[in-house]
């Protein structure tokens, strides 16, 4: 079947604006993760959901920071009033269950490359 | 000290060598321990996981965990120039559902 897609691919926007990144995960999958990865470095997780349940934001950097998935399948995550320092590739990935201690192979979308001007 | 340390590399060693990296993590509790690999410009993708200590072997691969160290590592046998690429060590964090990945160590094996 298809695996992880997010939208856009990329997204150019100016400081202030708001911006949504929408990941659809692998059809079934129960765990959805987004992670921010710059360059040369490893994924920095921002978020873990079960099902629509948001079970860890522990990783969002700042308020500005959110994320839902209310029917737990597409999530989004939304950064407002954008920052240069926000400019990235974010990530999501999703896994077939959900507990703690996950241990099923986490499989990733292609990334949206976030530019910040 | 990082939550996963990797040394950046980058790496290098001939076709048909043995490629050692080596990753090192805080948490204690942690009870499981994954490598991915990551070609540049593309998104990591699974090639072990290990949650006992002792080693694990998958092919060409062998993940080897010591939980009384903090430490896990992966060698790669019979490096090929396909197996150039970013090798991400990753660790569940212990009673969370927290992933945390390593800056990640660059392999390049030379033909």
């Known amino acids: 079947g298809a695996g992880v897609s997010q939208s856009p691919r990329y997204k150019v926007t100016k400081r202030g604006q708001d911006v949504a990144l929408r990941c659809d995960p692998i059809?079934?999958?129960?765990?959805l993760y987004w992670y921010r990865q710059a360059l040369g470095q490893g994924p920095e997780f921002l978020t873990y959901?079960?099902?629509?349940?948001?079970?860890?934001k522990s990783g969002l950097p700042n308020d500005r920071f959110s994320a839902e998935r209310p029917e737990g399948s597409i999530s989004t995550l939304t950064i407002q009033r954008t920052e240069q320092r926000d400019s990235a590739m974010y990530r999501c990935?999703?896994?077939?269950?959900?507990?703690?201690?996950?241990?099923?192979?986490?499989?990733f979308g292609p990334g949206t490359r976030l530019t910040v001007l | 000290q990082k939550e996963v340390e990797q040394n950046s590399g980058p790496l290098s060693v001939p076709e048909g060598a043995i490629a050692s990296l080596n990753c090192t993590y805080s948490?204690?509790?942690?009870?499981?321990f994954f490598w991915y690999r990551q070609y540049s410009g593309k998104s990591p993708e699974l090639i072990m996981s290990?949650?006992?200590?002792g080693d694990k072997e998958d092919g060409r691969f062998t993940a080897q965990l010591n939980k009384a160290s903090q430490y896990v590592s992966l060698l790669i046998r019979d490096s090929q120039p396909s197996d150039s690429a970013t090798y991400l060590c990753?660790?569940?964090?212990?009673?969370?559902?927290?992933?945390?990945f390593g800056a990640g160590t660059r392999l390049f094996v030379k033909a």
């Open positions: 990935a999703s896994t077939w269950t959900a507990r703690a201690d996950n241990t099923d192979t986490q499989y």
């Open positions: 059809s079934g999958h129960v765990s």
């Open positions: 959901f079960n099902y629509e349940a948001q079970q860890d």
């Open positions: 948490d204690r509790g942690s009870q499981s």
């Open positions: 290990i949650y006992s200590n």
């Open positions: 990753a660790v569940n964090w212990a009673g969370g559902f927290k992933t945390i």
